[in-house]
């Protein structure tokens, strides 16, 4: 489909629960030449800015991160500046306006409270619009536990379905269209289109609807890993196989840097979402890679997962100025 040159800036909301497929779903798009003139924000709720670092590998896109808080809690004055930010260095660079700027949230936070902190941005007209990636695995299991899932299905003027090579999709869908039967849903295997029919979708509703209830997850824990000097590859290997075994499905998602000691130049990105882990994927070592593994479990405490193996070479601490998710209310 064409664009009209002179259609207005989409503002775009992405969002998904954890480890739903958010920015596999934006690298996609990245790589496509309608993807020209896109601008993107990150929201990585924690101090390792793991999905910056994987969409900055996909080339030279303008990029701002929204790092350390959640965006739809404590950081929606920080959004607008950037916003305003990225459209002014535009502006000032003689580039041609953006089509699409492509916020990617945190995987706890509710699309209402940010779409209601777009007020100031008006003046620049832009469309908005609530795209939101649906794991079709794992659907049933997080709209059972928690209610950010279904603030961002419902918020949703799209609803991209992923892992379609894991499962069936029909339940997730009969699902979804139980929570918001107006959202367009993409239910597409195919990388590449899956990623054009979720960016390019014609518009659905105006603009989604604000969802009202509060999301405090007390149940949720945001942890960090590092290893100690001493730590081997073996020992890195030997804890996240623990943490696996031990949490079972109280482990939602696991991502971040190694560093395999034998290999200096070498950064590996671990992705797990629930107990399943998706191939190692090698990056150059640097400022963007450092090594920690950024943990979030339901129900399990620091303390328990210290005792987990006491003797592993490994510190484990919570993320410190993290929040994951919402605990006021709108
Ligand atoms: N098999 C399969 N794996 C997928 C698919 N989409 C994403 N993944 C994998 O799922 C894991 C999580 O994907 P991400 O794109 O990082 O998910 P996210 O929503 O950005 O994650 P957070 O930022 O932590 O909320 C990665 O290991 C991806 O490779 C898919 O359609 N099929």
Excluded: Y
Aim: charge should be negative.
């Amino acid at each position: 489909m064409r664009e009209a040159e002179d259609a207005p800036a989409e503002f775009i909301l992405l969002a998904g629960f954890l480890g739903s497929g958010k920015t596999t779903l934006l690298t996609e798009w990245l790589r496509l030449p309608e993807a020209a003139d896109t601008a993107v924000i990150v929201n990585e709720a924690g101090q390792i800015d793991v999905d910056g670092a994987v969409i900055a590998a996909e080339g030279t896109l303008p990029l701002a991160l929204l790092s350390n808080g959640c965006v739809c809690c404590s950081l929606t004055n920080d959004l607008v500046f950037t916003v305003e930010n990225l459209l002014r260095q535009r502006q000032e660079a003689g580039g041609a306006p953006f089509r699409r700027i492509i916020l990617e949230c945190s995987g706890l936070s509710r699309p209402g409270p940010i779409l209601r902190s777009l007020g100031p941005l008006a003046p620049h007209g832009l469309r908005v619009r609530v795209v939101a990636t649906c794991d079709a695995a794992q659907a049933a299991e997080r709209a059972a536990h928690f209610e950010e899932f279904a603030a961002q299905i419902a918020a949703a003027d799209t609803v991209v379905f992923t892992k379609l090579d894991q499962t069936p999709p029909e339940a997730a869908l009969a699902l979804v269209e139980s929570i918001n039967p107006l959202a367009t849903t993409v239910l597409e295997a195919d990388c590449a289109r899956r990623a054009l029919a979720a960016f390019t979708a014609p518009p659905g509703r105006p603009s989604a609807l604000p969802e009202g209830e509060a999301g405090a997850h007390p149940r949720v824990s945001v942890l960090l890993a590092r290893f100690t000097s001493e730590a081997s590859w073996e020992d890195r290997m030997d804890w996240l196989e623990n943490l696996a075994a031990f949490a079972g499905d109280r482990l939602l998602r696991v991502k971040g840097f190694l560093h395999p000691p034998e290999q200096p130049g070498l950064a590996v990105l671990v992705q797990g979402v629930g107990t399943l882990f998706s191939p190692m994927v090698p990056m150059p070592r640097g400022p963007r890679t450092p090594e920690a593994l950024v943990v979030i479990l339901r129900d399990l405490e620091l303390e328990a997962v210290r005792q987990m193996t006491p003797d592993a070479p490994a510190w484990i601490s919570r993320l410190s100025g993290n929040r994951l998710h919402c605990a006021g209310t709108d």
